[in-house]
């Protein structure tokens, strides 16, 4: 089990490298996907290596690693180069501080003893931070994914989106180093139960409706708003039934 971990964890590395090498080859869509495919990988990781009973310290920190570079510098290089192109001192430092506080994220996560958070994280999982910040990339690329009525797009026209972008980023890196608690896989286990492989089947199928809709973009980003928005709650109704 461990080493099936460790080949997922890879395999989540390999998507994070193959984003930025994209990013720089100005193939942004191909480089959200990238990212979006390690968040599966990081997931499968994760649960194959609750089911080893010895948990492997070497795992842990390949995790931890895998996750800085996938989840923390691939997305940070994506946006940069997609929002911004040229240089931006305001932009620089902002994703820096994200990039900074997704290692800070993680270092906390590794130190804690784990059965004090058995269906929750303790801050924004780097995984749901790296996916908003792809996810509304894509939303802005089709910039046609934007539902909203007539008097926001004055709002949301392309001027203004370098700034929306930095305000997500300083939004995401505050909450990562917060005390703020969302599900992790196990929780949602919990929420869901026996009802969870539907709950799969119907995001699969939204996934590939979007897809073909081309508004995957749309899709993927109100997935991860709505985890973002009601997982606190959904955590702290959990925990007070226990």
């Known amino acids: 089990m461990n080493r099936l971990a460790n080949f997922l964890s890879i395999l989540s590395l390999a998507c994070g490298f193959v984003s930025i090498i994209f990013s720089l080859e100005s193939h942004f869509t191909f480089a959200c996907w990238a990212i979006i ?3 599966v990988f990081d997931g499968l990781d994760g649960q194959v290596a609750r089911r080893n009973p010895v948990p492997s310290e070497f795992g842990k920190e390949l995790d ?4 800085v570079i996938s989840f923390g510098i691939a997305p940070s290089v994506l946006g940069y180069i997609f929002v911004y192109r040229d240089f931006y001192f305001w932009a620089a430092a902002a994703l820096f501080i994200y990039l900074l506080c997704s290692v800070m994220r993680l270092v906390k996560y590794n130190i804690m003893p784990k059965e004090k958070a058995a269906n929750y994280f303790i801050g924004l999982p780097t995984t749901a ?5 792809v996810s509304f990339i894509l939303v802005y690329r089709r910039k046609e994914d934007m539902f909203m009525p007539e008097f926001l797009p004055s709002i949301l026209s392309p001027k203004f989106i370098p700034i929306i972008f930095l305000i997500i980023v300083l939004i995401l890196a505050y909450l990562m180093v917060s005390r703020i608690k969302y599900l992790n896989l196990d929780g949602i286990k919990d929420i869901f139960g026996k009802r969870i492989k539907p ?7 939204l996934l590939v409706i979007g897809i073909y809709l081309h508004k995957e973009g749309f899709i993927l ?9 009601f997982s606190p709650f959904v955590v702290k109704r959990l925990n007070s039934q226990t």
């Not at 931890?64 to 996750?67: H, T």
């Not at 931070?129 to 910040?133: R, V, Y």
Request: aromatic share 10%; hydrophobic share 70%.
């Open 37 to 39: 495919l390690s968040v």
């Open 64 to 67: 931890s690693l895998v996750d």
């Open 129 to 133: 931070a790296g996916g908003i910040l």
């Open 199 to 205: 709950v799969i089947s119907i995001v699969t199928i």
């Open 221 to 229: 980003f109100t997935l991860f708003l709505i985890y973002l928005i």
